[in-house]
């Protein structure tokens, strides 16, 4: 069997690193979390694990990175509430990836911070999906087709956003209601329960 190179093996233990903080940041929090357990996991001191990245900061995003092409991977095209459901559900369930991202999310504004990047680049993908799902759905006439695909995009991660952010501070909301309410309100007329209001 053919050595791997320097290289190579810099990128799986790098993967490695991720993948551990990854595990760690979802079951305890990120903040709780100190980056000497994610290296103790990988058998490295704390030099030894920022070696393979820039800053803490740069290891915080590429971490986000991996959570988002693990979400990708599960949920490869949004296919509808269900998947939009599920994945707002998978945050209650890792209530530290969900502080990472908010926290992340706000320093992404600072064009010098390495997450800027990312959420330049995570933003318009989600809404791209979103977009072709929603010109389906007005298609087949399910949703509402009186505001335009992008502009609902737009609204939709921003209650994703919106709810993930508030129930940090208030874990008694589910956040799975006002998705479901945002459902109900873009359903078109012949398409929403009955009872519920334009």
């Known amino acids: 069997m053919a050595k791997r190179g320097p290289y190579e093996k810099g990128e799986a233990k790098r993967r490695e690193i991720l993948e551990a903080a990854l595990e760690i940041f979802a079951k305890e929090g990120y903040r709780g979390t100190s980056l000497r357990k994610v290296a ?11 070696h ?27 296919t509808g509430p269900e998947s939009y459901r599920a994945i707002v559900r998978e945050g209650a ?5 969900v502080e990472l991202f908010v926290s992340m999310s706000a320093a992404a504004s ?6 800027h990047t990312h959420f330049g680049e995570r933003y318009p993908a989600i809404r791209g999906a979103i977009v072709e799902y929603l010109r389906r759905r007005m298609d087949e006439g ?3 087709a ?12 921003a209650v994703a956003d919106g709810v993930q952010l508030q129930w940090l501070t208030d874990r008694s909301m589910d956040m799975e ?12 007329p012949s398409q929403r329960p009955a009872g519920a209001a334009d």
Do not use: W
């Open 110 to 115: 600072d064009p010098g911070h390495p997450a």
């Open 142 to 144: 399910a949703i509402r």
């Open 146 to 157: 009186d505001i335009p695909p992008e502009r609902l995009a737009v609204v939709l991660v």
């Open 93 to 97: 369930n890792t209530p530290g990836l």
């Open 177 to 188: 209601d006002p998705i479901n309410d945002m459902m109900t309100l873009l359903s078109s």
């Open 40 to 50: 103790a996991r990988c058998n490295l001191s704390l030099p030894g694990l920022m």
């Open 52 to 78: 393979y990245f820039d800053s803490k900061e740069d290891l915080l995003t590429q971490v986000l990175r991996v959570r988002d092409e693990a979400a990708r991977s599960r949920y490869p095209e949004l």
